[in-house]
């Protein structure tokens, strides 16, 4: 005995529909790193999500839950007191990527996706109505779904590239470190 | 129906309890499962469980899904299954957080994600602890003693190891003298290209993965590993599997493998943002390893291998497309275009489109003296089974005939590639009849396969 569908309860599509309307994400602040531990915007961040601080002995990022509505995981990054140009160039690549991605889901949550029917309730649709909805949306979007792509390939190899480089020079350095101690 | 999801859950709990370190399972709770059939059952007995899930054992479908767990992920792409052992309990993953955990749940949402768990790649943590160490911030520090757990799950362990059953399966059916070596030599270099192809995957789709619930779990986008790290291990298990591949067996196979791991990560992962056609490459890329296998064997690219390739291409569709259905809101809030979110009717006529060429591949197969004539009789009756759930699902275009459908292809290859293997043409035969395949006998040694 075939069952109907139950009408489905409308999802939010994680869409990027903003992102070229999206203004200058806001950089790591220019100059010198923090003398050491954790810098000054990351602790306030942290201790205004967790109350807690970071352990000072930790020499590590540490990332954190899932936001409730991008689903991202942000991160607290590590600043040495020695970390070199290569290093710094990697930790604001992370975190502009960071901040960008958190800009989009956050102007998305904002906006939110869900379609109201005249008395302001949230419709629910049956399967050919979502597939339409869907249809129109993904192709309306297509392009800044394509511009997303792109710009994520290219930040997520730019990253993992630093961290090859930077992996490599200190490779290189903990080497050069054993001959002088040996 | 009850006695499967029982002995799923059963299953369920009997995994999460290894895991936990609990030695005794009680038997009230096989009493309490058999009892209810038709009402809510809480497990009291278990504290820890008790939040885990309860299962509502009423006839009504909820659209509430609950975090999914793992649904299927293929070879090289999330479609392909091969549940050849049939040891569905030891690969379940017990389901992902429920956030609210008194919802609306029915008892085949379980089950249904219990076995289509037993093909996900990614962790079988308790879910409970997993959730309480979800709200909490960790240091981003590599642990030793995690990362071959945190590597499985990035290559998709169990998934490959459906792959390299595949490759298996054409190196099998090769109308050749059975090589111990050069097998063992394929399956293993099948399986680190899987290895490496999968964690490719994972590492281009960090976003997209947090988004989807089947996913958020994922190494990388847990932080556990750097995506340096896993660009490595995919390197390290990537050459190292083509060379084998192309060294140890023969250029052929290594060539396709190479082109398999392409197609995958360079064509199928970009593609699933971009255009419906991704489960036709996808397809194709859950098709090679057989054809792998076959090459593996025989050294050439000859019309069995082709067939045996066709054949699981055509069963690829039935099984995504029926389980694609079920997650159509996941898939749609990660963003992506597949036919179940954005063609429906298109979905449901591909799927009984290649049930029904199943039907005549298997008829083929005899005509290229790959199988006796008993084949095609013989796995006529499954053949037709999935196609008429093929039909139901055609025609009903809802969950329960969409599960139907999924789970019957689960066993259905698994079965149909067993019988197409009774009944090989046997290479004795092929000699007697002076149909040489200009094999040197002192070689390798004749060992029939039982």
Known sequence: ?182 | RSAGSCSGTLGLFLWHLKNTGIRQIPCHFVQLCRVANDRLITFQYFNFLKRMYVTQCNKDLSQRAKPKSDSVASPFRELQQLDQEKKVIHKIRPISPVHQPLSETSIRNEVREMKSAAETEDSVTPVRAESKEDRQWKEMKLQLNDLPGILARLSKIKLTALVVSTASAGFAMAPVPFDLTCFLIASLGTGLASCAANSINQFFEVPFDSNMNRTKNRPLVRGQISPLLAVCFAASCGVPGIALLTLGVNPLTGALGAFNIFLYTCCYTPMKRMSIANTWVGAVVGAIPPVMGWTAATGSLDAGALLLGGILYSWQFPHFNALSWGLREDYSRGGYCMMSVTHPGLCRRVALRHCLALIGLSTVAPLLDITTWTFPIISLPINLYISYLGFRFYRDADRSSSRKLFFCSLWHLPLLLLVMFTCKKSFLEKEDKGDLLGESHGRAMEIRLP
């Open chain 1, 1 to 182: 005995r075939a069952r109907p569908d139950k009408s489905l309860r409308f999802p939010r599509p994680l869409v990027i529909y903003l992102f070229s309307n999206a203004p200058g994400v806001c950089k790591y602040p220019a100059g010198p790193p923090a003398p050491c531990g954790w810098g000054a915007e990351e602790a306030k961040r942290f201790s205004k999500r967790s109350g807690t601080f970071p352990p000072a002995h930790s020499h590590n990022d540490w990332i954190g839950p899932p936001d409730k509505h991008s689903n991202l995981r942000p991160v607290i990054f590590y600043v040495s007191p020695e970390e070199s140009p290569l290093e710094r160039r990697l930790r604001e690549a992370r975190q502009e990527a960071q901040e960008k991605e958190e800009f989009i889901y956050s102007r998305l949550k904002a906006k939110g996706l869900e379609m109201r029917d005249e008395t302001g309730q949230k419709a629910t649709l049956n399967a050919e109505e979502m597939a339409d909805f869907y249809k129109d949306f993904l192709s309306k979007n297509f392009r800044k779904h394509m511009q997303y792509n792109r710009d994520w390939y290219k930040r997520n190899f730019t990253i993992t590239y630093l961290m090859g480089q930077v992996a490599l020079a200190r490779a290189l350095r903990w080497l050069r470190w054993k001959k002088k101690n040996s």
